[in-house]
Nanobody, 126 residues
Framework: QVQLVESGGGLVQAGGSLRLSCAAS????????MGWFRQAPGKEREFVGI????????NLADSVKGRFTISGDNAKSTVYLQMNSLKPEDTAVYYC???????????????????WGQGTQVTVSS
């Protein structure tokens, strides 16, 4: 079992930055990475990015490339989502989830992830 707790959300003006944290505990060694998703009001949850445990590489959705980065701190068992140049359309509840399927299955499907956190609200004002 893996437990995840997100933090760091809040209200920020367009162009600003936020750093989200996802603190993990439990049997995280049996997973492949940590993904970030977001869900805006009235929309489906969408993939934001992932960091892979094997080599620390990341994959990011096209909508956030060049603005968001993902990093990890093994000592703290925490993954970070650094969000820069925020836009109003980034407003959403952000979730982290462990990757439970091998990379070859792709990136986007929620079924490839598990142990979802409770989410943290990010609101970007124009």
């Amino acid at each position: 079992q893996v437990q995840l707790v997100e933090s760091g959300g809040g209200l920020v003006q367009a162009g600003g930055s936020l750093r989200l944290s996802c603190a993990a505990s439990g049997r995280i060694f049996s997973t492949y990475g940590m993904g970030w998703f977001r869900q805006a009001p009235g929309k489906e949850r969408e993939f934001v990015g992932i960091i892979w445990w094997s080599d620390g590489s990341t994959n990011l959705a096209d909508s956030v490339k060049g603005r968001f980065t993902i990093s990890g701190d093994n000592a703290k068992s925490t993954v970070y989502l650094q969000m820069n140049s925020l836009k109003p359309e980034d407003t959403a509840v952000y979730y982290c989830a462990v990757r439970t399927a091998v990379p070859s299955y792709g990136l986007l499907r929620e079924g490839l992830y598990g142990s979802w956190g409770q989410g943290t609200q990010v609101t970007v004002s124009s």
